[in-house]
């Protein structure tokens, strides 16, 4: 049976993620995630294993848990607006790392910004390294379109 330690919980997906039997279910509804761990007669502890905060642990059959639920706020991407993460476990993180390597050379903090707009916005930056010098509408210059908008190979990227 698995025990649920709602004080340390970051809602992150990690235990939804590994659960063979699917025991574990998470759902996002306005600007809330919500993981329910249903009762669990798996002998497997991958769900212990994988998290990262250490809220999970297995017990016996005979200290047997009801049912847990557990609701997080999902974090804002500050530039699209789209929800991404658990407001925890973005603070789990920024606790871990160095506030150094947290922002960028611009001031952006990466960590509050949707994984979508980091890869947006380092195709940008690699754009400008690469590619010095030539307009933003040439298509030599667009990474989409280098990475496989017009189906070419990864190898070929190499080319350009």
């Known amino acids: 049976m698995i025990r649920v330690d709602s004080s340390l919980c ?3 997906r990690s235990c939804f ?3 063979p039997s699917q025991n574990i279910i998470r759902s996002e509804a306005n600007g809330r995630a919500t ?5 669990c007669n798996e002998e497997c502890d991958l769900c212990v294993k994988m998290c990262p905060s250490k809220a999970l642990s297995l017990v016996s059959g005979d200290e047997a848990e009801p049912p847990c639920e557990l609701s997080f706020d999902l974090a804002v991407c500050k530039i699209c607006g789209s929800l991404y ?3 925890p476990m973005l603070e789990w993180i920024e606790s871990i790392l160095p506030e150094k390597i947290q922002k960028d050379t611009a001031g952006l903090e ?3 910004i949707c994984p979508e707009c980091r890869r947006n916005k380092e195709a940008e930056s ?3 390294l690469v590619l010095p010098g030539r ?10 379109f280098i990475a496989g908008k017009r189906g070419l190979h990864p ?3 190499k080319l350009l």
């Open 110 to 112: 990466w960590i509050r």
């Open 10 to 12: 970051l809602g992150c």
């Open 85 to 87: 993460a658990t407001e």
């Open 126 to 128: 690699l754009t400008r």
């Open 155 to 157: 190898e070929r990227m």
């Open 17 to 19: 993620n590994v659960c």
């Open 35 to 39: 993981v329910h761990w249903k009762s």
């Open 135 to 144: 307009r933003k509408e040439d298509w030599r210059c667009s990474w989409l």
